[in-house]
Every structure is written in C-alpha cells, then in structure tokens.
C-alpha cells in the first residue's frame, strides 16, 4: 500500500469536516452579501430619482418659457426638491430595517 492509499480516509475525514466548518462561514457571508447589495440598490434607487429630478430641472432651462417665468422656475425647483426630499424620506425608512433584517439573516443562518 502507498503512502497515499494509507493517507485518504484520513484526509477524506479531514475534508469534510473542514467542509462542514466553512459552510456556516459562507452562509454568514452570502447574508452579509444579500444585505450590501439590498443598500447598494437603495443607494441607486436614490440616484435615479436625483437624476430625474436634474433632469427636469434642465429642461426648465431649456425651455425659454419657463427660463423667464419666475412662478414657472419656482415650481419646477419646488417639484424636484419634493421628489428628492421624498426619495430621501423612502430611503431613511428602508435603510433603517436594513440592520434588523441583516440581523434576521444572520440568525437563520447560525440557527
């Protein structure tokens, strides 16, 4: 018998204990991982919003009618400071139940 024939059942034994320890380090990290990329997608949810607002606000720019209607420029900045106000609003209530449900995570997965 080789040193390898010899050698395998303890290794065959050593892997899938080794195995059995790093699962619940990945499960750990697959949470943690589902959790970013839930923040990572609010963060751009927020952006195109922002984005949105900007753009409404260049077109006011670009339309001679509103350029020279004060009231007209008002509103148009007044309806893009409420979109992003209520953007910001949406995002602070969700990103507060990011912890609690990375914490839920966390307990599934040790459980």
């Not at 390898?4 to 059942?9: A, G, Q």
């Not at 339309?63 to 008002?74: E, K, M, Q, T």
């Not at 995002?91 to 914490?103: G, H, I, M, N, T």
Request: glycine share 2%.
């Amino acid at each position: 018998m080789s040193v390898v024939e010899v050698s395998m059942p303890v290794y065959d034994w050593w892997y899938r204990h080794w195995l059995d320890a790093t699962h619940p380090a990945i499960r750990l990290q697959q949470a943690w991982s589902t959790s970013l990329i839930e923040a990572v997608q609010l963060e751009a949810e927020f952006l195109s919003v922002c984005f949105k607002a900007g753009s409404g606000i260049v077109r006011s720019f670009s339309d001679p009618r509103v350029l020279h209607n004060p009231a007209a420029l008002s509103q148009c900045y007044q309806d893009a400071a409420k979109e992003v106000a209520d953007a910001h609003s949406e995002r602070l209530d969700r990103a507060s139940q990011l912890p609690e449900e990375f914490r839920q995570r966390l307990w599934e997965e040790i459980c």
